[in-house]
């Protein structure tokens, strides 16, 4: 999927979703350096802190217009606002998390969601258990009212922890309700319109490919040929490594980012694969 922005010619420019991934990486980064006061940073600083290079930092930010001044560098919190506006968090958005277990509280008290434009409006689940407990200022509803919900809600993000049993059931009641954007913690491919955009997180599939990469790793003997594998180019990380000063962005002689680790697995409905 790619996102299209206008230029300053008046005519729509596509951003690739490789470049639509590694802004939310930069806006991360931007973020941390906001909050540590730091006013302008180099396109050199924001490149090792993000784990990309200069020249494709400087690629991706060109979609977004104008962007910083040649020796001074980039105005933190007007690209930090540029970036927030091409992904649509200025307008933010309302979640509703389908599946209370152990993976689905842990989503719900994750307090970075809210920082980054995201407010968890509701939550749902079908064990009586669970169903009316509090889970960080929320009351637990029954799925049976998801999709009533959602519009009522407003809700603009469907997440979907449940066993993968639900997941189909819990897909549609989201989409009746109104959601068009579905993040989904299970491996099953989801039946829905078009117009509804889905991301699959699998963290089993991710866990396979660093089997994979660590079987590669091993020293073979000499004379063994190792098999040759041709993958799809690797996409950016949403998320870069914390920063807990300016010295890790080569402000200092400090230790500096050589990269980042990558994320768990995820896909769309035609299968491409991006960062969650």
Excluded: W
């Amino acid at each position: 999927m790619t996102e299209e922005r206008p230029s300053p010619s008046g005519v729509e420019r596509v951003i690739p979703q490789a470049t639509v991934t590694r802004l939310a990486t930069y806006l991360r980064v931007l973020s941390i350096l906001a909050d540590e006061g730091v006013l302008i940073v180099s396109s050199e600083e924001l490149a090792t802190a993000a784990g990309v290079g200069s020249a494709k930092l400087r690629k991706d930010l060109s979609f977004l217009g104008p962007n910083g001044v040649r020796g001074v560098g980039y105005d933190v919190a007007r690209l930090r606002a540029k970036i927030e506006s091409a992904l649509g968090l200025d307008r933010g958005h309302r979640v509703v998390l389908a599946g209370v277990g152990n993976l689905g509280q842990a989503l719900a008290g994750y307090g970075g969601f809210a920082r980054r434009g995201f407010t968890m409006v509701g939550l749902f689940d079908r064990d009586p258990a669970r169903v009316g407990t509090d889970v960080d200022g929320l009351t637990v509803r029954h799925v049976d009212e998801l999709d009533k919900a959602c519009r009522e809600l407003e809700a603009t993000i469907g997440v979907i922890a449940t066993p993968d049993d639900a997941v189909h059931a819990v897909a549609q009641k989201l989409v009746a309700g109104g959601v068009e954007c579905i993040l989904s913690f299970s491996p099953m491919v989801l039946d829905v319109p078009e117009h509804v955009e889905v991301r699959r997180v699998d963290l089993a599939v991710e866990m396979q490919v660093l089997s994979f990469n660590s079987s590669r790793n091993v020293s073979e003997p000499a004379g063994v040929a190792v098999p040759t594998v041709v993958t799809a180019p690797r996409p950016q990380p949403v998320s870069p490594p914390p920063l807990t000063s300016t010295a890790r962005l080569g402000r200092s002689h400090g230790p500096r980012i050589a990269g980042n680790p990558s994320p768990v697995n995820s896909s769309t409905r035609n299968g491409s694969v991006i960062a969650p």
